[in-house]
């Protein structure tokens, strides 16, 4: 079984950047798709990025193309989250969730997710 564990969250003013970490542990996330979720206070949990299990395919909701960019390094066992361009709209609490299958924007999908790191971008 897989641990994930984000990193890098912080406060940060609008326009500006912010790049999260999420390393797996007690097992290699090489055959698991990808993905960031977030949720804003008193809203529902929902996708924002996700990367299939070789990188060749990326996923972005609406809200964040053209801003967000997700990679994975297999070889470090992590992905990452470069966040530029940063809104208050931005602000929630991001999870990292690790699937086998399914729909890419379900978060039902993944089986392991990270504890989350909270990102607050002030204007």
């Known amino acids: 079984q897989v641990q994930l564990v984000e990193s890098g969250g912080g406060s940060v003013q609008a326009g500006g950047s912010l790049s999260l970490s999420c390393v797996g542990s007690?097992?290699?996330?090489?055959?698991?798709?990808m993905g960031w979720f977030r949720q804003a206070p008193g809203k529902e949990r929902v996708f924002v990025a996700g990367i299939s299990w070789s990188g060749g395919s990326l996923w972005y909701a609406d809200s964040v193309k053209g801003r967000f960019t997700m990679s994975r390094d297999n070889a470090k066992n992590t992905v990452v989250l470069q966040m530029n361009s940063l809104r208050s709209d931005d602000t929630a609490v991001y999870y990292c969730?690790?699937?086998?299958?399914?729909?890419?924007?379900?978060?039902?999908?993944?089986?392991?997710w990270g504890q989350g790191t909270q990102v607050t971008v002030s204007s």
């Open positions: 007690g097992g290699t996330i090489r055959a698991y798709g």
């Open positions: 969730a690790a699937r086998h299958s399914g729909v890419y924007s379900d978060y039902q999908s993944y089986e392991y």
